[in-house]
């Protein structure tokens, strides 16, 4: 028995002996002694390895025994070093620039660059390396650095150093964090990731949302980074119609491991085009790109940096190529701050041929645990795939004691004695909150921008509300709202009350109780808001929002019911009541214009749009987003936006005479809508379509009735179902409709062509919008404009079937 022992023990401790490993590091530099930044280092025929840091020092766990070691970079030779690992050891190795030559290659002084043939073949071959690896795994590592290298001495009057933390010099890094993690791919773009260690620069309650599919560019696609740093994205030096785009030029070939590698720079045909430059290296049978470094500048309409670098550096895996490391190093100013940093990451241990369970690619892109934050400084000593700078450990020291100062009592007692006091300039314009931080409690006051208002229902009216919100554990937290409103006019008060319950923020599920009164515009949706209705009836006695008052009870739950396929039911009682214009106030007569009544359908008198009534109505939608994508984290779910369409189901019903209610009516309705269609360089379109009929109208009251998004304004909001003339009022239904909305966005296509509306990066809008239903039929409309970030300026033509009946401009702002 103790001979079994003994040998049971002997064979544990070789196995544990031959799996042990030991730290491998040093530096890559070129002949000059300069660091090789971002180099790949790897054990040959394998794909485990790392990369080395902007300095050129790298380090990574090697298991013990004799391997060959391959250490390369984008423009210089690669080298193999044997070595025999029993401890722990140090190798610097110098690589030279790698000799591309051109002997051999006959070019004539007339004839194509023998580069373009290379491309030709390579384009041919896209296709096929695009699809050719079906699945795979990997485990990736990334780190991100930004970090501020010049700024003005104040903002709003602030010192810089002291907000941002920075040196005397207004230097320093912003940002630090890295992650590892585990990465899943399926052909042709389901993806999962599985978030492993996370450490974030003095956040140690946060996470890294670095994400790998965030890293991942494909040159093999023809459009890259769309809808990212461009709205129309940029056209790949090896896509169907690059030889549009660019002129080539073949730098060299050389030789690596018996294989020919051709260099080729790749050169904008035009200045501002949408393309990269740089160079890229193709595998002369196989057509593979080995190795890509493009970068791309302001001129091709890159937005908010000046340039960024894009590195992809490839290894041989199987008879495909896969990258070892991708690198974005960017730059930037941003109103005189200075700004420069990278993103990186590094691929190691890939696997062509997962078998990946049923149900393995559910919607979830990345999933953060609870246990990600919690590794301590030793495992990252250990298991760091590149080590830090200098600077950056400074920055990690710095920036986690800093943080245990701030998470201490003493400074959260008195950050919050500062933060809660109240400023006349934060009351006014931004509203003002107080915390409790150790109760986990919040009281968040309306600014009196927002709560201070005319129209001429109610006069001058003063509407302050407060929201109490309690976080609780899990992420669950409850808050109740309390508003009161009065108008000096109308001398009439209403308040309410609402309380809302998120019980489960996975499943986005939450139960909402609501009681008391209120005046609220006769479209459910909003004419204007109170604001923009204030200016308008006292500088241009124009008033456009209609009211009424309502005395209520509602009731109503959302929940989840699959990735994607939400719920929503609810119960609400109301008793409504017609209101009448009390006030005809205004700065100043406006000439040729005057007030309307409260009633829509007779401006020239005040007339009951309806009597008071009763009524109970219940709700129920579906709505389902194909293929929601979303990040589940400790603190809930982040739904990404959604490729796909939208589709929302929805029923109301009144009921007659239960509660004593007046209202009898069906209605059902069905929106399809989908936001950002990509179409390349030609931009992105957004479509909405909407149908519903009442299948039952015996007694429907206005406030009931199907209400659209109308404008009567030249300002507005954005709003994709928003119509551009259409009255806010008059077209209401109770009876069948149908809605459209399209939007095409051209991204710059045609104004980037132009010199001097380049430097505005204007992007050309065109829409259409229609509208049928009983008492309108075949009404639409048509425009054209430009915008710019959250600007917007469009002309616009009204049609009542072939009739023009408007036109004129519209302009918006927000998002």
């Known amino acids: 028995m103790k001979q079994i022992l003994l040998t049971i023990s002997l064979f544990l401790s070789l196995l544990n002996s031959s799996a042990q490993q030991f730290k491998l590091s040093g530096s890559i530099q070129d002949p000059e002694g300069n660091p090789v930044s971002f180099a790949s280092v790897f054990i040959k025929s394998t794909t485990k390895g790392t990369a080395a840091n902007i300095d050129g020092q790298y380090a990574f766990n090697i298991d013990q025994g004799t391997h060959i070691v391959v250490y390369k970079a984008i423009g210089y030779k690669p080298i193999e070093k044997e070595l025999t690992i029993s401890a722990s050891i140090s190798q610097n190795v110098v690589l030279s620039p790698e000799a591309f030559s051109l002997s051999g290659v006959t070019i004539s002084s007339n004839a194509e660059d023998p580069a373009y043939e290379i491309i030709r073949k390579a384009i041919k071959a896209r296709k096929e390396h695009l699809s050719e690896v079906k699945a795979y795994t990997t485990n990736v590592y990334i780190k991100g650095v ?38 899943a791919y399926k052909y042709p773009d389901q993806i999962h990731e599985e978030m492993i260690s996370s450490k974030t620069a003095g956040t140690n309650k946060t996470f890294s949302f670095n994400k790998a599919s965030d890293l991942i560019i494909n040159f093999y696609d023809n459009i890259l980074l769309e809808t990212k740093l461009s709205t129309r994205g940029f056209i790949s030096p090896i896509a169907d119609n690059a030889l549009r785009y660019y002129h080539y030029k073949l730098l060299g070939v050389s030789m690596e491991n018996g294989t020919l590698i051709n260099k080729i720079e790749v050169i904008p045909r035009r200045e501002h085009d949408p393309v990269f430059r740089g160079v890229i290296y193709i595998r002369e049978d196989s057509w593979h790109l080995v190795n890509v470094n493009v970068y791309l500048t302001q001129n091709t309409g890159i937005n908010l940096l ?6 992809q550096q490839f290894l041989k895996t199987g008879n495909t190529y896969m990258p070892t490391n991708t690198n ?19 691929y190691s241990n890939y696997n062509l041929q997962p078998n990946f369970p049923k149900h393995f690619f559910n919607g979830e892109i990345l999933n953060i645990n609870k246990a990600v934050n919690k590794k301590d400084s030793l495992f ?12 950056e450990s400074r920055n990690y020291i710095r920036k986690d004691s800093i943080a245990a100062i701030k998470n201490s009592s003493h400074y959260l007692d008195s950050l919050e004695k500062a933060n809660n006091r109240i400023g006349p300039f934060s009351l006014v314009v931004f509203g003002h ?4 931080y150790r109760r986990k409690e919040h009281y968040t006051f309306d600014p009196l921008t927002n709560s201070l208002f005319y129209n001429t229902v109610e006069g ?64 459910n949706y909003g004419s204007m808001s109170l604001y923009s209705n204030s200016i308008n009836s006292l500088l241009f006695e124009t008033n456009y929002s209609k009211f009424y008052k309502k005395e209520f009870a509602n009731i109503g739950t959302t929940r989840g019911l699959a990735n994607g396929l939400l719920m929503h039911l609810s119960a609400n009682y109301s008793r409504n009541t017609n209101l009448q214009n009390s006030t005809n106030y205004k700065f100043d007569d406006f000439k040729g214009e005057q007030f309307t009544s409260n009633n829509p359908f007779t401006p020239a008198v005040e007339t009951p749009l309806f009597p008071t009534y009763q009524a109970l109505t219940l709700k129920a939608s579906l709505n389902y987003t194909i293929k929601q994508q979303y990040i589940t984290h400790p603190d809930g779910r982040i739904y990404q936006p959604v490729k796909y369409p939208t589709i929302d189901l929805s029923y109301r019903k009144g009921v007659k005479n239960a509660l004593s209610s007046d209202v009898d009516y069906d209605l059902v309705s069905l929106e399809v809508m989908q936001e950002k269609i990509k179409f390349g360089l030609w931009g992105y379109s957004s479509v909405t379509l909407e149908a519903g009929k009442f299948l039952n109208n015996n007694q429907i009251y206005y406030p009931e009735a199907k209400h659209f998004r109308g404008n009567n304004a030249l300002f507005s909001l954005p709003e994709l179902r928003k119509f551009l003339f259409l009255d806010f009022y008059l077209f209401s239904t109770d009876r069948e409709y149908i809605e459209a909305h399209l939007e095409h966005n051209f ?13 505005l990066k204007l992007e050309e809008v065109v829409g259409a919008n229609y509208l049928s239903q009983p008492l309108k ?8 404009g430009v915008q710019r970030l959250i600007f917007r300026a469009v002309y616009g033509f009204a049609f009542n079937g072939r009739t023009r009946i408007e036109h004129g401009f519209r302009l918006s702002y927000g998002f």
Not at 148 to 176: C, M
Not at 380 to 391: K, V, Y
């Open 146 to 183: 930004q970090k501020l290298v010049g700024a003005p001495k104040k903002i709003f009057g602030k010192d810089i150093q002291k907000l941002l933390d920075l040196d005397t010099n207004r230097k320093g890094i912003l940002y630090l964090s890295e992650s590892t993690s585990t990465f």
């Open 306 to 311: 000046d340039t960024l670098n894009i590195s």
């Open 328 to 346: 974005f190093q960017f730059n930037g100013n941003i109103l005189g701050f200075k700004f420069e940093g990278y993103y990186i990451g590094v």
């Open 380 to 391: 990252w000593l250990n298991n760091r795939p590149i080590p830090l700078t200098a600077e």
């Open 433 to 436: 909150t107080i915390n409790k």
């Open 460 to 523: 001058l009216t003063l509407k302050p509300a407060v929201i109490y919100k309690k976080d609780l554990e899990d992420q669950r937290s409850y808050s109740i709202r309390a508003e009161a409103r009065y108008g000096f006019s109308n001398k009439t008060f209403t308040g309410n009350l609402t309380a809302s319950y998120l019980y489960n923020p996975l499943k986005r599920a939450d139960i909402s109780i609501s009681a008391g009164s209120g005046i609220y515009d006769l479209n």
């Open 747 to 759: 991204a710059g296509m045609f104004s980037n062509k132009v010199p001097f509306l380049r430097k």
């Open 777 to 784: 039929k075949d009404y639409s409309e048509f425009y054209f």
